[in-house]
């Protein structure tokens, strides 16, 4: 497979596992993942205007050797990691002169009229967006989407769900989840009024106005049966970061637990009695998220496009965000999707 360039922007440029004063790690970040995926030579960090671009990485220190953004360096990339303010992104993408791939946090854009606009200019030339999750690349959950859930509880008959961090971040990822493990969504419908972080401290603060929460409800078709699912948005200290998804089936309950690094899985029969919970680790880490996007990149055929969120199906997340809070401004009246 050819080799690949990739660009961060927005993101310091230090590798993250140099130790900070108090000799403690720090996590994993999109440079760290990159710099460990074999499938990417060339990489490069710059601030969020370009001003300067820094390259040549390796295990202890960072060259600080910089090249002019008119230079070849942003010409013919690869890969634009943009780890940025949404309404910074179009401006951006606009100087990657041949970019084939971007990876960016939701939600695209600061409405709907800005995220449709930042798509247009994306597919116009040729440039295929990426949202940063690895839900869906889970073994445990592509199994699943698939017919695992119908092979361990029956047909569905609905479910209820909590996460953390906002309609706007995780929610838009837990509606494109539902969706990809559940079906088409038909219906919408806020059930209660729409509420904002108190704590500025709140992650999803940054985006402001995004710390936005509200419980809804969710109609979902699968092989013409309807089932309707009951989801909880919460800021993230109330829910001590743990997200929470409940089935109800013919047959069984189905119980999945997210946690930082596993996922719990637990079926409740329908006589009450309850299985041996399986505990799943997850296995798709940051690196191995961007070795599939490098496969897709290079049309490596058995990368499929269910493995990532891309940028029309965060779209369609954040129309049903969208329609969550018009819902909750009409005293909870239904909004369909054809």
């Not at 671009?53 to 943009?82: C, G, K």
């Not at 970019?99 to 606009?117: D, F, M, N, Y």
């Not at 698939?146 to 838009?172: P, Q, V």
Request: with cysteine; hydrophobic share 45%; net charge negative.
């Amino acid at each position: 497979m050819k080799e690949l360039s990739a660009l961060i922007i927005g993101e310091t440029p230090y590798l993250s596992h140099l130790r900070n004063g108090q000799n403690q790690v720090l996590p994993m970040t999109h440079m760290d993942a990159l710099c460990s995926c074999s499938h990417f030579t060339w990489i490069g960090s710059s601030s969020s205007n370009l001003d300067r671009v820094y390259v040549n990485f390796d295990e202890n220190r960072l060259n600080q050797d910089a090249v002019s953004p008119l230079s070849n360096a942003l010409t013919d990339l690869d890969l634009a990691v943009i780890l940025t303010r949404p309404q910074d992104r179009l401006e951006i993408v606009q100087q990657l002169i041949g970019v084939r791939c971007i990876v960016i946090e939701p939600p695209l854009g600061l409405s709907l009229t800005e995220s449709e606009a930042f798509l247009a200019f994306c597919a116009s030339n040729n440039i295929r967006v990426v949202v940063s999750s690895t839900w869906r690349s889970e073994p445990l959950l592509q199994s699943l989407a698939m017919t695992g859930i119908e092979e361990r509880i029956g047909k569905i008959f609905g479910g209820a769900g909590t996460f953390g961090d906002g309609l706007w971040h995780s929610g838009t990822l837990w509606i494109d989840l539902a969706r990809h493990l559940l079906g088409d969504i038909e219906m919408v419908q806020a059930l209660g009024d729409a509420k904002h972080a108190e704590d500025a401290s709140v992650r999803d603060d940054q985006f402001s106005p995004f710390a936005q929460f509200a419980p809804f409800a969710l109609t979902i078709n699968s092989s013409s049966q309807a089932r309707q699912f009951v989801l909880t948005s919460v800021p993230q200290d109330l829910c001590h970061a743990r997200s929470e998804l409940n089935l109800w089936g013919e047959m069984a309950g189905l119980n999945l637990v997210f946690n930082e690094n596993e996922i719990r899985l637990l079926v409740a029969n329908a006589d009450g009695s309850i299985g041996q919970p399986e505990t799943f680790a997850t296995s798709v880490t940051l690196g191995a998220f961007y070795n599939s996007v490098a496969q897709a990149i290079a049309g490596v055929s058995d990368v499929s496009a269910a493995t990532f969120c891309e940028g029309a199906d965060m779209l369609f997340a954040e129309r049903v965000v969208e329609a969550i809070l018009d819902s909750a401004d009409q005293n909870g009246e239904r909004y369909y999707f054809g």
